[in-house]
């Protein structure tokens, strides 16, 4: 093992040791339960560490201003740890829930579940296992998540407003995700005006504060932060997460699936309700709409199909309005970090991580 | 509200309070995240609340014997109401995994809120939506679990055993979870003369530390319990909730529905693979065996076919050999209470306890 990991590698070897520990548990539970925990231990791999990125950098803001000392302890190296594993949990649970057959390139979960029931020659319907089997894995990656931030918040300081943090983010998200789904079956009821705003508050809940807000405060939290640290860090992080979900609601649409790991025109197909959605349907005449809505969520749409509506979004004027949209936010969360009592060193990381995220390609 | 609640009634209380505090906290993110809350809040009502009394009841069986008072504190009363509010999450997932369409006689949360989709006038299919609001139901209910938890363990003595015990059981129960449905659909490649012990294995895991041992030593962990005490109520609780688990096997087949709130014969129509299937299989000539493989998990079986299947495991006396085995653990149980250095009136408790959990009806 490296001696003297940076801390994205610390969260990845806090992982392994973690997951180590798990399947020693295990064994005495036969040969079904050690595939399971593998199975979950798979999940863990890959993925860009986002949330554990931000809560390194939020741990760095604080903490690198005080001491000067850039090396976390085992508190936010857990945590951003525990972030990792729940959101791995999140995506089990998410794809479950938007029928997606890939994840990072290979198969989702339920997918993976299901091919083992194939191949152990095991009766009943794969289908069927590999969906009851993603809905405990994704519990038990749940429960793992916490195990993680429990471990590195023993005799930490600041262990229950940390606490607090990582509870608020779970409770928040899970409702988020809730009205995402709600309001792919609620647009019809509800008045087209509202439904940008209505987009905005999803991706505000499960997004903006769930993968970045936060992840920064839950680090700055553990570095001790005081009120306008997490006040200037909540300003940043905020916007830039609106920004990131109105990125991924524009490559979910018009990304490249060599590049994204997931099919052209996914979220035309899964009939997401985006800002980009809602802009282009408040464009559109009264009958151009009523087409929108009935190919919008039509899992069987075709690439000739998925490009009417790609040139549909562009042509409304929707795209652009999103892009601007995403240049705003990103400018309001690059304001408030100028001038913020935060360490200059990480402020400079903040940006990084700030223009990765809303100027990706995947 | 009572001056003087009994502690069983301070849980449904703390539990009341903690709810309200969700609802005040989602207040701002609109109707529908209320209606997501309240849908949550609802899965919380009715049951035995079998594992709150057993936690209170290894705390009293600590506690009493040191210092005669009967009164638990905050972290007992919180975390017995955080095994209430884990268990309604299991359910919510079982009733998924299971297919199950009611539960205490109301329909299960799945079928609730495709019916709040259907009664709403939303677009796409009621049924799917149901499906995955109710795994983001479990999953936000995990959530609140732990957040009880840990509301009850600040400022608690023995704070890190207990938070240890609740994880434990927390992936214990997932694993035996998952290994139940891998004994459904892999039966066929495991040896015939192996099941019983198998299904023996999953009880163990998913019911009997699950339900009554953890519980126990979780109530018992917060009183400061010595090893002594906690290897007793181990000793005790293990042998009673496989019990417990033998006595759900033989309702699950020869329940009335009147009672049990159940369709009759739902576990025969669900495939599950108990210690009573394992029995009759191994007493059944080959010929009859393959015809009650068949049979066992068909979905459509009527009301003949089930009569014909539990008059098999009647014939076969695979019946009297688990009703056997009940009487063996309820009196292993019972002889690990003699003697134990635990308190004499929570010792009369947790015999009730046991012969409710093992002479029920439903």
Redesign the interface.
């Known amino acids: 093992m490296d001696p003297s990991p940076s801390p994205i590698e610390a969260v990845s070897q806090r992982l392994e040791s973690f997951v180590a520990d798990?399947v020693a548990?295990?064994r005495d539970?036969?040969a079904?339960?050690l595939d399971?925990?593998h199975a979950a231990a798979s999940v863990l791999d890959g993925g860009k560490r986002l949330r554990a990125r931000f809560c390194l950098t939020g741990w760095q803001s604080v903490a690198g201003r005080r001491t000067g000392d850039g090396d976390p302890g085992t508190a936010v190296i857990s945590a951003a740890a525990a972030l990792e594993v729940f959101h791995a949990a999140a995506l089990v649970?998410d794809d479950?829930?938007d029928n997606s057959d890939t994840r990072r390139g290979r198969p989702a979960a339920h997918r993976a579940l299901e091919a083992h029931?194939g191949a152990?020659?095991?009766?009943?319907r794969a289908e069927t296992?590999g969906r009851?089997?993603a809905?405990?894995?994704?519990?038990?990656l749940?429960?793992?998540s916490?195990?993680l931030l429990?471990e590195g918040l023993?005799d930490a300081a600041h262990a229950?407003p940390a606490?607090a943090t990582f509870?608020l983010m779970?409770?928040e998200v899970?409702?988020g995700?809730?009205?995402d789904?709600?309001e792919?079956?609620?647009?019809?009821?509800a008045p087209d005006a509202e439904h940008a705003d209505?987009a905005l508050?999803v991706a505000s809940?499960k997004s903006a504060r769930y993968s970045i807000q936060h992840p920064l405060l839950l680090g700055a939290t553990l570095a001790g932060a005081d009120d306008a640290q997490l006040a200037a860090l909540a300003a940043f992080g905020h916007p830039l997460g609106l920004a990131f979900q109105l990125r991924d609601d524009v490559l979910g649409v018009f990304g490249d699936s060599a590049v994204t790991g997931k099919p052209s025109g996914d979220d035309l197909r899964e009939?997401k309700r985006t800002v980009l959605v809602a802009y282009t349907r408040t464009a559109l005449a009264p009958g151009a709409r009523r087409l929108f809505d009935e190919m919008l969520?039509d899992p069987g749409l075709d690439a000739a199909q998925v490009a009417f509506l790609q040139e549909t979004i562009r042509d409304t004027g929707a795209l652009d309005r999103v892009e601007a949209l995403i240049s705003d936010y990103a400018g309001e969360a690059d304001r408030a970090l100028r001038g913020a009592p935060l360490d200059t060193h990480a402020v400079g990381t903040l940006r990084d991580l700030a223009r990765d995220a809303t100027a990706r390609a995947s």
Chains 1, 2 share one sequence.
């Open positions: 798990r548990e295990t539970a036969g079904d339960a399971f925990v649970h479950l829930i029931h152990s020659g095991w009766s009943g296992f009851s089997a809905i405990l894995l994704g519990d038990l749940v429960a793992w916490d195990d429990e023993r229950a606490r509870a779970r409770r899970t409702i995700q809730y009205l789904i709600a792919e079956a609620s647009f019809v009821t209505r508050r809940l009939g969520g």
